[in-house]
């Protein structure tokens, strides 16, 4: 879920940092238990959310099984954010990805770029020609990270209904109330 998950335990050993305990297949891909990326001719409708430092508006959304929605994500606080549908599981494990990604200096609290720079391709077993990345990316269509002043957008299709929330996984964010609820209309 949310960073490709082997690339970032890759870019983390070649950074010196511990490897975190993860599964790639499992992390990247644990969306599609409910869902999945949606087309935007798909789209019916559009969420507005608007994230401010440590909260969400609404901090409810309803959706329905089979809906494809368009979230635009206003960041109206000073702090980088994400808007990450998934499971309390799921924003548990993807919590700890976002700390390793904190404590190794690929993130800061103001910006998703803090490595946009750096030349990966000369970090030993990052081979990102043949992976297709030329950084690191946080791409899964379940979630978006935005700056501060930035509004992102991302299309998903609810393929079955699920106990879901959306969240920010960012270090200390999720913890200090900034996670929503994902009801299902019947």
């Not at 949606?38 to 901090?59: E, F, L």
């Not at 990270?145 to 200390?172: H, Q, R, S, Y």
């Amino acid at each position: 879920m949310g960073f490709r998950t082997s690339l970032a335990t890759a870019a983390l050993m070649a950074l010196g940092v511990a490897a975190i305990n993860v599964s790639p297949a499992v992390a990247d891909s644990a969306y599609q238990a409910f869902g999945t990326r949606g087309r935007a001719q798909d789209v019916k409708r559009t969420i507005d959310v608007v994230m401010r430092d440590n909260s969400y508006q609404p901090q409810r959304i309803q959706v329905r099984a089979g809906e494809t929605v368009r979230f635009r994500v206003r960041n109206a606080g000073e702090l980088l954010h994400e808007f990450n549908i998934g499971t309390a599981a799921m924003h548990q494990q993807h919590q700890r990805e976002m700390q390793a990604m904190f404590d190794s200096g690929m993130m800061s609290a103001t910006s998703k770029d803090a490595m946009a720079g750096m030349d990966h391709s000369k970090m030993p077993g990052m081979n990102h020609g043949a992976m297709n990345h030329g950084a690191m990316r946080h791409d899964d269509p379940n979630a978006v990270l935005v700056d501060p002043g930035k509004t992102e957008e991302m299309i998903f299709k609810f393929t079955k209904a699920a106990t879901l929330e959306f969240a920010c996984n960012i270090p200390g964010h999720y913890e200090s109330g900034m996670v929503g609820k994902v009801d299902f209309a019947r």
